[in-house]
């Protein structure tokens, strides 16, 4: 206990006194001369020494608003509206007049006062209005809303009985009648260590809470009690500048390709269908092309491509050239070759690589991390906007064990503890393989991309011969979703300040 009170804080020595007679708030911080937020500081500090224990309630009030208190005054305008006609029915135009009553007024008035047969409606060269029986006994004595409106405001919304919540709630359906806002309170009540520490006589102290040059200076220090510090207690946390997670995995990805020795593919957003779909062999009637599933560019539509290049391709694509295969057996359009758009995938920059290297830079292997765009609609397992991880290792002696390798590597370091490759289908691959990698903690197989050997009508043309070409292409967005705990892929880029500062480092694993 001496220890704890040796390290009072001097707002908690000026509060602590009081706390045996006051438990608000606000009374506390007037017996001890400070300041509301001096005071809730100092009862927070003792709540964490367990001194204290701190509670806060909270109570929605109901006061009146403009019109309620213009209506508290002079009455309803149903009341009033009544009260005008009671003598003899008058027109529309004579009753605003009389009462006072705006154009919305009026309306409402004739709605309300209709709905309990109070007025009939008198014909005749201008409307006129006349009051019922039924309203003569409204105006003899006041409504449920008059009595409530004559009540002394602030009420807490709790203790209304049923009477006054008919009210309230036919009044809260108007304007500016009456509002209603939340009070929050906040006691202090002793714990038995507070108890024992007052019965001990504590007093507020003069101590030293902070050393000064003039302290030490004339050695008053020596005379001076000094407080003690509590390297225990809880503090604000502070949150340092840091980069996007998602950049982080980013450059988390890239380390571990450079490690294994490739180079880095970089390119732009915007291509030619020609490098982006026709240098891959997708034909020119495949599905992917169409709007729906391409952001195509509008201004300028056409691009350039090279037309040396695109003859081959051309070629390829109409009857296979020199592959061995039998290609499309279509028309080859240069003009649909030209057109632009957002690239549909970073395998491009793979077309484009390929297409620049010479005998002598082989064997060579690449990567790039770049981002993507896909026509089509936003889920929890879709974006139109996401980051792909490409590879491509061009080797004559490269085979599928080759490619498994290289995969199970990557995302061994990923964090999945193994790696199968199953049968499927793309365009420019054959074999074609779907990857999926073993989640450890979900203990099941999950598919996270697309991997597979360039087939002769994707390499010949670009490289001049046909040798392997390992190549893959992996959803980031996918891969690292189960790092951050994130189910619905689109949280990855919610950049709301709470997930920024809570989410988990990128660390190698």
Known sequence: MERIIAQLHPLERKVLPWLDRYTNLKEIAKQAGLQEVEAMRALQWLSNKEIIKLEESSKELV????????YKKDGLP?????????AKPLKLSEIKQKTGLSEEEIKICLGTLKSKAAIDMVHGVELSVMITTQGERLIEKDSLEEQFLKKAFPLNKEDLVDEERYAYTALSRRKNIIKT???????ATLTDLGKKILAKGFKDEKIVDTITPE??????????????????????????????????AISYIRKIWLEMGFKEMQGTMVQTAFWDLDALFVPQDHPAREMQDTFYIKY??????????????????????????????????????????????????????????????????????????????????????????????????ANLKHLKGYLKEFYTKMGYSDVRMRPGHFPYTEPSMEVEAYHPERKEWVELGGAGIFRPEVVKPLLGEDI??????????????????????????????????????????
């Open 63 to 70: 006061e009146l608003d403009e019109n309620g208190l213009l």
């Open 78 to 86: 149903e009341t009033r509206f009544l009260k005008a006609i009671k």
């Open 181 to 187: 806002y939340v009070v929050k309170t906040k006691t």
């Open 215 to 248: 302290l030490l200076k004339s050695g008053d220090w020596k005379k001076k009690k000094f407080r003690a510090y509590d390297i225990k207690i809880n503090v604000p946390k502070k949150y340092y500048g840091k980069r996007h997670f998602v950049n982080e």
């Open 300 to 397: 300028p539509e056409k691009g350039r491509i090279p037309e040396a290049l695109a003859q081959k391709i051309k070629q390829v694509h109409e009857n296979g050239s020199d592959t061995g295969s039998l290609g499309w057996r279509l028309p080859f359009s240069m003009s649909s070759s030209k057109q632009l758009l957002l690239r549909t995938h970073t395998t491009v920059l793979s077309a484009q690589t390929i297409a620049k290297l010479k005998k002598e830079d082989l064997p060579a292997k690449f990567f790039s991390v770049g981002k993507v765009f896909r026509n089509e609609a936003m889920d929890w397992s879709h974006l139109f906007e996401l980051y792909q991880v490409e590879g491509i290792v061009v080797d004559p002696n």
């Open 468 to 509: 392997p070409v390992l190549a893959w292409g992996l959803g980031m967005e996918r891969i690292i979703a189960s790092y951050y705990n994130i189910t619905d892929i689109r949280n990855l880029y919610d950049n709301g300040l709470k997930q920024l500062r809570d989410m988990k480092e990128w660390v190698k694993l």
